[in-house]
């Protein structure tokens, strides 16, 4: 049983486009995170939601809409994609904001834009 | 404003060969300190965590970390490496207790064994 999945796990598509990526936890957690992982591997937060409330919003393009429908999903939505989308971002999961300050991370999906 | 410092963005070792990763950060305040393990195609795991009291604090399969408040430091060491700790390693800090405070990452290292 996987506890943080997201989906589609690779994506492949034009400059322009608008693409989405679901994120689901069945931790029982009430945080959810989404987090970008360029090509050197630096890994930077770009949104935390609380019980389907925006805690983080990290200087993100507006291009970029998280959606919360409850607190066990966390879609990610992007609009007119472009170059420097490439790249891939994980969901991740915790209970309470920082209760023990673990996190649990999805396998990650890879966006290359072309 | 937080921020951590990964000295090294690649270590070779020699397997059973100790190793040590480096990890400073910077905070105003009092921190969480984190290390996370990435293994190829997968994503990010807690290797090990300071939150507080004894400052030297252990994983499951060998990993010790210990948090030096006055060096700002939370180096990450393993007495014997193996071929299957072969990874990215993520150091990462947190200030304490904000509701909108968030867990930042170092660039990584990676630990490359050699047979």
């Known amino acids: 049983d996987t506890a943080v999945s997201q989906t589609p796990k690779y994506l492949v598509t034009q400059m322009g486009n608008d693409k989405s990526i679901k994120c689901e936890q069945n931790?029982?957690?009430?945080?959810m995170y989404w987090y970008k992982q360029d090509s050197k591997k630096f890994l930077k937060i770009m949104f935390s939601?609380?019980?389907?409330?925006?805690?983080i919003n990290e200087t993100v393009p507006n291009r970029f809409s998280p959606k919360s429908p409850d607190k066990a999903h966390l879609n990610l939505h992007i609009n007119s994609l472009e170059l420097g989308d490439s790249a891939v971002y994980f969901c991740?999961?915790?209970?309470?904001?920082?209760?023990?300050?673990?996190?649990?991370f999805g396998e990650g999906s890879r966006l290359t834009v072309l | 404003a937080q921020s951590v410092t990964q000295l090294d963005s690649q270590v070779p070792v020699f397997e059973e060969a100790p190793v040590e990763l480096r990890c400073n950060y910077s905070?105003?305040?009092?921190?969480?300190l984190f290390w996370y393990v990435q293994y190829p195609n997968q994503g990010l795991q807690l290797l090990l965590k300071?939150?507080?009291?004894?400052?030297l604090v252990e994983s499951i399969n060998g990993f010790e970390a210990e948090f030096n408040k006055s060096q700002t430091s939370f180096h990450l060491r393993k007495p014997s490496v193996h071929i299957s700790d072969t990874a990215e390693y993520f150091c990462?800090?947190?200030?304490?207790?904000?509701?909108?405070?968030?867990?930042?990452f170092g660039k990584g290292t990676r630990l490359h064994i050699l047979p």
């Open positions: 991740a999961s915790s209970q309470g904001v920082w209760d023990n300050g673990e996190l649990f």
């Open positions: 931790l029982g957690h009430d945080t």
């Open positions: 939601y609380n019980n389907k409330e925006l805690i």
């Open positions: 905070s105003s305040v009092s921190v969480y």
């Open positions: 300071y939150l507080s009291g004894s400052t």
């Open positions: 990462a800090v947190s200030d304490r207790g904000n509701r909108d405070d968030k867990i930042i």
